[in-house]
């Protein structure tokens, strides 16, 4: 600590959520335990975290040093940075026209099987610039920001050729240059098979073991491969063909699976060693204990159910057999077009069944890991880096209490404020 400049030092934090301890993922009872002190502050130094804790202790330990910037948080909560660890970020157009289909009940695979849904959006990307993708992605970016989100991943998708995967991806590089909110790139051109191999859909597999996969890892455009595993989108059999040569390529593996229908698709997940499976709201107990055997973590979609009008994620079964829970919007313009992980919160609460403190915990320090990042976000400890929310609030459960509006009033990325007031504070951005 001798000789450091402190940054910033937020204090005067009525209810301090650290989530402080296991590096995670967090499972069972532990997912209850998210680290609370009471009149807190953080002390930050090169965008670091260097004292948290009781306010009088921090003080104590950056006695003497000179304190850049003082942060009050006027008695209210904090939490460590929001992690949104599954997004379709990067797209063209939207589906506001699905939403009179779907209230009168047209489901959301007889809707892609009419070269509606992903299909849709598939055109509007194909059609859409790399700044057109950039500029409508940056703005949710910063939607999702101002709802408390630090780091985001974002998968493709939406190309479906090679080059225009390479263009999503490459949209994804450019605004976690460009953008306070980090980024973490996940290649998905197994989201849909697109209408040119609708006959042939192992040609498309092919396609995208061939030449997709290999083209992502030689430009580096993306860590994580993911496949949406359902009826009449790919099999078991395709799925596990893909993920077995991104595997063996070097990438983490995800999957979307038993979103719908019960395919097996968590018993896959943990048979392959997923870092993350999602949706899994028809998954069978069975997969749920390969994927408690394989440390894969569950990121379940509450608004994506919710908009889909359909049953939801056993999160409290998973959480019994020891599953670690991480949360996600599933931002995308199809099944959950939505930035606010404020709304998950309340839609978590309510119709997973989760208390707010397993809430914050598959929000923030299970999130990371679902996307391999637990070693630098998802808590408030020494040495890590200094993400922070301060909400309108004083205690956690109020979020998902009081809903449909906005808690956040300032957010703190890598010691940089980045919003305040509510407001994005733009010098911070590029
Ligand atoms: O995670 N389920 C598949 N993919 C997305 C939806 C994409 C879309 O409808 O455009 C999801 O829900
Ligand atoms: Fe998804």
């Not at 200094?386 to 509006?405: K, M, R």
């Amino acid at each position: 600590m001798e000789g450091k400049t402190i940054q910033l030092l937020v204090h005067n934090i009525g209810t301090l959520v650290t989530l402080q301890g296991t590096a995670g993922p967090r499972t069972g009872l532990d997912m209850s335990e998210v680290g609370i002190v009471e009149h807190g502050a953080v002390a930050i130094s090169d965008g670091e975290i260097v004292a948290v804790g009781r306010e009088e202790e921090v003080r104590d330990q950056v006695k003497g040093l000179e304190i850049e910037t003082e942060l009050d948080a006027g008695g209210r909560l904090v939490t460590p940075g929001l992690v949104d660890p599954h997004t379709h970020l990067v797209h063209g157009g939207s589906r506001e026209h699905e939403l009179a289909l779907k209230s009168k009940g047209v489901s959301y695979l007889e809707i892609l099987a009419a070269g509606g849904g992903i299909l849709s959006t598939v055109r509007a990307t194909r059609q859409a610039t790399e700044d057109e993708l950039y500029r409508k992605a940056k703005d949710s970016l910063d939607k999702m920001l101002l709802f408390g989100a630090t780091t985001v991943e974002a998968k493709s998708g939406y190309g479906l050729t090679v080059e225009d995967e390479l263009k999503q991806l490459r949209v994804t590089k450019r605004l976690n240059e460009t953008h306070p909110v980090d980024l973490v790139s996940t290649f998905m051109g197994a989201h849909a098979v697109p209408v040119e191999y609708r006959d042939r859909p192992d040609d498309y597999v092919d396609l995208v073991i061939e030449e997709m996969l290999p083209a992502v890892r030689a430009q580096g455009l993306a860590e994580f491969c993911d496949v949406f595993c359902e009826h009449g989108v790919f099999t078991i059999a395709q799925s596990r063909r893909i993920l077995q040569v991104a595997k063996a390529m070097g990438f983490g593996i995800k999957i979307h699976a038993d979103e719908i229908e019960p395919m097996g698709g968590a018993e896959l997940a943990g048979e392959l060693g997923c870092i993350s499976a999602e949706h899994l709201l028809a998954a069978s107990d069975e997969g749920l204990r390969a994927m408690q055997r394989a440390g894969t973590v569950a990121v379940c979609l509450p608004a994506t159910s919710f908009n889909l009008r359909a049953s939801h994620a056993r999160a409290r079964r998973m959480i019994e057999l020891g599953v670690p829970v991480a949360l996600s919007t599933d931002y995308n313009p199809g099944s959950s077009p939505t930035e606010s992980l404020q709304l998950v919160m309340t839609l978590a609460c309510l119709n997973l069944h989760m208390t707010p403190e397993e809430v914050i915990t598959a929000m923030t320090i299970n999130a990371a890991c679902a996307i391999g990042r637990a070693d630098r976000i998802g808590s408030l400890e020494v040495g890590k880096q200094a993400d922070l929310v301060i909400f309108n609030a004083t205690n956690l459960a109020y979020l998902p209490y009081h809903f449909g509006i906005n808690h956040v009033d300032a957010v703190v990325k890598s010691g940089k404020i980045v919003v305040h007031e509510g407001q994005l504070v733009k010098e911070r951005f590029s």
